[in-house]
């Protein structure tokens, strides 16, 4: 049977993840679903997957029931694509899979579109009604974000600025494990940016609560959004400067100076700790290699 001749929940996109994140134009459409539109389908933290590809196309009954949590992606190969929050759980031949592991373990998952899925069904779940006053709220005719029609005043999908660091020492770096997870995985400080405070500033911060250090030559290098529920990571360098570990209990488990290539288990490229682990092991790896050709 033809994609054309099956019901329209049935019909889904079978584009790997590279293939459907290369044909996705993000953006927002004040325009409500339709039948037929793509759909990624979600239920609170966890992304219902078929069985083959990650979208689907919805189907005229269930228009109804989707429209009071459908929130525009953008397009898909020009069609409207939508995130949908299924409350009432996974339908049959969706497979349920927590975000976290989308992003950390599942191979070719298309990992900015489900993270901002994710993260703007989050939303527009809790902004409903208008924090000031009460009234439901309504989508915005230009732009997205929730509006009060009583208050005059937009809500907008949160972003909160966090900061995360890999510090130096000669030919180590430390790394840490986190006292909120069983797993053996080590990565990096991180934390909030706190009112008033500069990234900088909050690197330094972050690293002496929550290890007695102190660190210099502070310096960016790279960013990733990350839907946890929706920060925006700002990845930095630094060096060592004084100090001896001292660790904040309640947020690391563990800590040490590691040489690339012999670190416990780290995260993957796909997330930002990862990254900046791998580009200051190539650092690290490259001054050696330099002055051994002195």
């Not at 054309?4 to 679903?33: F, H, I, M």
């Not at 494990?177 to 690197?203: C, D, H, K, N, W």
């Not at 947020?251 to 990254?275: K, R, Y």
Request: glycine share 6%.
């Amino acid at each position: 049977m033809s994609q054309k001749n099956v019901p329209a929940y049935q019909r889904t996109c079978e584009q790997s993840g590279r293939e459907l994140e290369a044909n996705w134009v993000a953006g927002w459409d004040p325009q409500p679903l339709q039948t037929g539109d793509w759909v990624l389908r979600v239920s609170g933290d966890m992304v219902l997957k078929p069985a083959n590809g990650w979208l689907q196309a919805v189907a005229a009954d269930e228009v109804a029931s989707l429209s009071a949590s459908a929130v525009s992606l953008g397009q898909f190969q020009g069609q409207p694509l939508f995130v949908v929050n299924q409350t009432d759980g996974a339908l049959a031949g969706l497979e349920p899979l927590l975000l976290r592991d989308v992003i950390l373990h599942t191979d070719d998952a298309p990992v900015a579109l489900v993270s901002i899925a994710v993260q703007l069904a989050h939303w527009w779940r809790d902004h409903r009604f208008c924090g000031r006053c009460g009234t439901a709220t309504v989508i915005h005719a230009r732009e997205r974000a929730c509006w009060c029609q009583r208050c005059e005043i937009p809500w907008y999908p949160r972003v909160a600025p966090c900061v995360i660091v890999v510090i130096r020492r000669g030919e180590r770096m430390l790394l840490a494990r986190s006292s909120r997870t069983r797993r053996p995985m080590y990565s990096l400080i991180a934390g909030f940016v706190e009112p008033g405070e500069s990234l900088e500033q909050a690197v330094a911060r972050e690293v002496k609560e929550e290890t007695g250090l102190q660190v210099s030559n502070i310096r960016y290098r790279l960013s990733q959004p990350w839907p946890f529920p929706h920060q925006l990571m700002a990845g930095f360098f630094a060096d060592y400067e004084s100090g001896e570990l001292v660790l904040q209990q309640d947020e690391l488990a563990d800590a040490g100076w590691f040489v690339p290539n012999h670190t416990p288990p780290i995260p993957p490229l796909t997330t930002i700790s990862g990254q900046l682990i791998h580009d200051m092991s190539e650092e690290i790896l490259a001054d050696i290699a330099g002055r051994a050709n002195r």
